[in-house]
Structure formats: C-alpha cells, structure tokens
C-alpha cells in the first residue's frame, strides 16, 4: 500500500476514534483513550486489539486467536510495516497461524502466561526480532523445519543469533530441552539478565562440543564423530548433531586435536565463516561450504587461502561458497576437480580459469555460481562434464579455450551448451 495513503487512513481511523469517544463516553471511553495515540483497534475472534501510534500492537481478552491465511488475513495486515512490539494477554490461549508473517519491523515480543500453542508461521520473516519475554512455563509447541538448510515453520526465518529468549526463572532448562526453542542459543531467566549462560555444549559420541555465545564451535576429545542422516534411511529416522539444534548461532568452527573424521551433515544449516582442521582428520564425509584451514601436518588434506585441497594439492575438493574473491586461478598442479559441488552456490565468483592439467571434472561443481562470466579453460582435450554448470546462465557466460581446440569444445556435450566460445587471447 502506498505509505501516504496508509497515513491518510490511519488519520482518519484516528479522528473516528476520538469522534466516538467524545460520544460515547458513557461506554467506557476515557480521557486516557481520548489523549492515546491509538492508530487502529478492532476484534478478531472473542479478542479484541489495538495499535498505537509507538508500534505496540496489544492483544486482549479470553480464548484462542483465530488462524490467518492469504484467504483470511489478520486485521492488523494493513499496519504490518508499523508493528515494532507485540504484546499477548495472559489470558489468550493460542497464537493463531501466520498471525505476524511479514512484520519485519517487528523487535519485541511479550507472551502472555496461558498460551500453550502457536500456530504454524505465526512469526516467520519476523527476521528483526531482538527480544521474546515469554510467561508460560511449559513450552508451547512449535514448529521448525528447512528446506535446502533453511529454517521454517513458527519462527521461520528469525535470526536466532540476534535474538534473546526470556522465559519463566523455573522453565529455563525446560525451553534449553525442547527441540525447537532450543534453537534460541541465548535463553535466560525474566527479569535476570546474568542468568543467560555464556557458552552451552554436551557430548556428542566420543567427542565434548561448546558453542560460545559468539559463535564459536569446538570440537574435542578423541575418536569418530558419528555418523548423520538428516533425512533419514529406509533402516531408520535422521539423526542429527546436538548442534544442529543451535545451526543458526554457528559462525566458526574449530576441531581439536584428536577428532579422526568429520562426518556427513555434521554443519547442515550452519551458515559457517571458517573451520579449522587438525592433523588427526583424515577422513572428511561432510565438507561445509567455508573458508577451510587445514594444521601443515595433516597427512591427507591441505589449503590454500581458504580453499581445500587433497595433501599433495592434485585434487581440488572445495571451494567455499562464502569466498568473496571475484576471479580464481585453480593451481597448475591440479587435474581434478573432485566429483560433487566443488564451487556449489558460490554467486561472487565472475570468472574462472583452468589450467592444462586438469583432465577431470566432477559433476555438480559450478551449480547455482550465478556470477559467472567467463570460463577459461586452457585444456586442449575437452573434459567430460556431467551437468557441471546447472544454474549458471550459459548465453552469458562466454568459454574461452586454445585456438586449437575450439570445435572439439563445441561438440563435446556439456561444453556446446556454452553459446559464446571463444580462443584464449
């Protein structure tokens, strides 16, 4: 809606509400109504809200909320870009679904005691949340799913790391076991700020984990970490890394001495700037899409400014998705390029050269490198490629390979999907 007709008519609703005030005095209207700086109210279900001029959208009266839809919108949808704090009566039940989907200027929530469900995306894309103060003991029962790693459901899309959770000074460890509000990495007690922990962690197998609250992963002890299966297998449910619950509050992660390996989907959700690697891995099933770097001693793995490399550097294995750097020049001394998701989602990276060496390259590498320009690659024989550049935009993309090469390149399926090949200059 246009911001100056939202205006007009949260002018209007005003100068309607202090018109029926001056009437209606004797229905309860006051003079603390009449000097409020009320922009609109109303009733949803046996609720009644209201929301002034500060941003504070109160909700009041007995029952559940009713659930929202793109059918049945909620009544304050109109104002969603005003709502800056929330605040639930205790005596309201249930908070309905996508009851505050999309109010991104949201920054306060305040729960009251009696709510012991909320509904499904009630506050998704609430992404600017800073603070939760939650009255009810038990906790309610939400959900939180992903999709491609990202989190979805009741506080979809929040970003946790920024957020504090408040809760009741007797449930703390209670909302610290569940599933889905342990996902709040910071949780203390309503009204003692000192009671939010500095760091949390557990054992996990073999191996003690310890997340700092600023974001800091470290991986000790000695032996294997187990092995995931987020999705699951015909034989048995997904199993998960305690982490996984506190993904969103990751940024660095550092194992110690004496880990062995690093499993599959240990990082999954995890958005991680940087992991460090000891000399006792030496064997990696899941490798995060990060800046890696890897102790000099490591007998089967290497790097070089952040990009993983086998020891003897012949094989590129990853190339973090977070690398900032516009251009890569692989080394002269590789010839392959590992077989899955190599450069995967990296979008910074413009262009990309290849040296003669490199006889092999994996499938999937470049998927979804949206920026790319330009590939340069100085092979003579074309490499076989096996839906290499899925994502990538091969009419604007130009292949630049040896003069000698170029209608080999141009029939060699996956290469003649480049619309613009041209001669190295």
Not at 26 to 38: E, F, K, P, Y
Not at 285 to 300: E, M, T, Y
Not at 406 to 411: F, K, L
Request: charged fraction near 15%; charge should be negative.
């Amino acid at each position: 809606m246009n911001k100056s007709l939202k205006k007009y008519r949260q002018k209007m609703a005003k100068t309607i509400i202090l018109l029926l005030c001056g009437m209606l005095t004797v229905a309860g209207c006051t003079n603390n109504d009449i000097n409020s700086d009320l922009i609109a109210s109303g009733t949803t279900g046996p609720l009644t809200w209201a929301l002034d001029a500060d941003g504070t959208l109160t909700i009041s009266g007995k029952g559940e909320m009713p659930d929202y839809s793109d059918e049945l919108k909620s009544p304050w949808s109109e104002n969603l870009e005003d709502i800056t704090k929330i605040i639930i009566g205790d005596n309201i039940s249930r908070i309905g679904d996508n009851a505050f989907y999309r109010c991104i200027s949201l920054k306060s929530v305040t729960i009251g005691r009696s709510v012991n469900n909320i509904g499904s995306f009630a506050f998704q894309f609430c992404s600017d949340i800073t603070e939760i103060i939650n009255y009810q003991e038990t906790p309610q029962v939400i959900e939180d799913f992903r999709v491609m790693g990202e989190h979805w459901g009741t506080f979809g899309r929040l970003y946790k790391p920024n957020c504090t959770l408040w809760v009741p000074a007797g449930s703390v460890e209670a909302y610290l076991a569940d599933n889905v509000w342990r996902g709040f990495h910071k949780t203390g007690a309503i009204g003692n700020p000192s009671s939010i922990p500095t760091d949390t962690g557990g054992i996990e197998g073999q191996l003690k984990w310890r997340l700092s609250n600023d974001g800091i992963l470290t991986i000790s002890g000695t032996g294997d970490m187990p092995f995931y299966s987020i999705y699951g297998t015909r034989h048995g449910n997904s199993t998960h890394p305690q982490w996984y619950w506190v993904s969103e509050s990751i940024f660095h992660v550092i194992v110690e001495e004496g880990v062995n390996n690093i499993s599959n989907y240990a990082f999954y959700g995890c958005d991680i700037i940087t992991i460090s690697i000891p000399s006792s891995v030496t064997f990696i099933n899941g490798i995060p899409n990060s800046i890696v770097n890897v102790a000099a001693d490591n007998p089967n793995f290497s790097s070089i400014d952040g990009v993983l490399f086998n020891k003897t550097q012949t094989v590129l294995l990853k190339y973090p998705s977070n690398k900032q750097d516009t251009s890569y020049t692989i080394p002269a001394n590789v010839i392959e390029i590992s077989d899955y998701y190599t450069f995967f989602d990296n979008k910074h990276l413009n262009s990309v050269t290849i040296p003669h060496s490199v006889t092999a390259i994996g499938s999937s590498n470049f998927w979804y490198c949206t920026g790319l320009k330009e590939i340069i690659n100085h092979q003579i024989t074309p490499q076989k490629l096996y839906s290499a550049f899925y994502g990538v935009n091969l009419d604007e993309c130009t292949l630049f390979v040896p003069a000698a090469s170029i209608e080999a390149y141009q029939v060699e399926e996956g290469w003649s999907r480049f619309a613009n090949i041209k001669v190295i200059q």
